[in-house]
T-cell receptor
Framework: DTGVSQDPRHKITKRGQNVTFRCDPI?????LYWYRQTLGQGPEFLTY????????KSRLLSDRFSAERPKGSFSTLEIQRTEQGDSAMYLC????????????FGPGTRLTVT | AQTVTQSQPEMSVQEAETVTLSCTYD???????LFWYKQPPSRQMILVIR??????QNATENRFSVNFQKAAKSFSLKISDSQLGDAAMYFC?????????????FGQGTRLTINP
């Protein structure tokens, strides 16, 4: 049983650089979510895809952030011109079509901006 | 906007004893889902238990049970016979039931320590 995978697991970058993270959901799941979790806090919702359509975006997702899911399978989250405040764990989750179903989380990508 | 509050940043319990983690939430909706997620150190988050608001009966999953008080907007998690593997961050989360409303709203978390 393959769960949600994320790559890379850790990323250290200098302020001002661009970074891209990848998420591979569970294969039969059509819904995919991105969350951000800072140290000592609960995850905060960033965006949600159903198949390839991005249906919801948080106001936390500034213009420097963009997410795609071009073929309705894997997703990428790009952060342009990174800032120190972007340092966080970026979590991806997926869920099947049924309403009320749980979201299955990946291990996360820890971003450190120096 | 919905909010979820966990007022206990840290809790500890002796192995084999029972511990209760608190969660309150604020919503104007009458139907919704509530969840408890567990996040072990350096490991991914997993679902512990789920409660649908329209169900009167409290959910149970083996050693885990909830006390859902809809009028009080309270959703506590009881862990019986605590085990060392229960040590983790526990997050309470809320979700609206509608087809297009998929995001989870999380509380701040409670760090649970199990003392051997």
């Amino acid at each position: 049983d393959t769960g949600v995978s994320q790559d890379p697991r850790h990323k250290i970058t200098k302020r001002g650089q661009n970074v891209t993270f990848r998420c591979d959901p569970i294969s039969e799941h059509n819904r995919l979510y991105w969350y951000r979790q800072t140290l000592g806090q609960g995850p905060e919702f960033l965006t949600y895809f159903q198949n390839e359509a991005q249906l919801e975006k948080s106001r936390l997702l500034s213009d420097r952030f963009s997410a795609e899911r071009p073929k309705g399978s894997f997703s990428t989250l790009e952060i342009q011109r990174t800032e120190q405040g972007d340092s966080a764990m970026y979590l991806c989750a997926s869920s099947p079509r049924e309403g009320g179903s749980e979201q299955y989380f990946g291990p996360g990508t820890r971003l450190t901006v120096t | 906007a919905q909010t979820v509050t966990q007022s206990q940043p840290e809790m500890s319990v002796q192995e084999a004893e029972t511990v209760t983690l608190s969660c309150t939430y604020d919503t104007s909706e009458s139907d919704y889902y509530l969840f408890w997620y567990k996040q072990p150190p350096s490991r991914q988050m997993i679902l512990v238990i789920r409660q649908e608001a329209y169900k009167q009966q409290n959910a149970t999953e083996n050693r885990f049970s909830v006390n859902f008080q809809k009028a009080a907007k309270s959703f506590s998690l009881k862990i019986s016979d605590s085990q060392l593997g229960d040590a983790a961050m526990y997050f309470c989360a809320y979700r609206r039931p509608f087809q297009g409303a998929q995001k989870l709203v999380f509380g701040q978390g409670t760090r649970l320590t199990i003392n051997p």
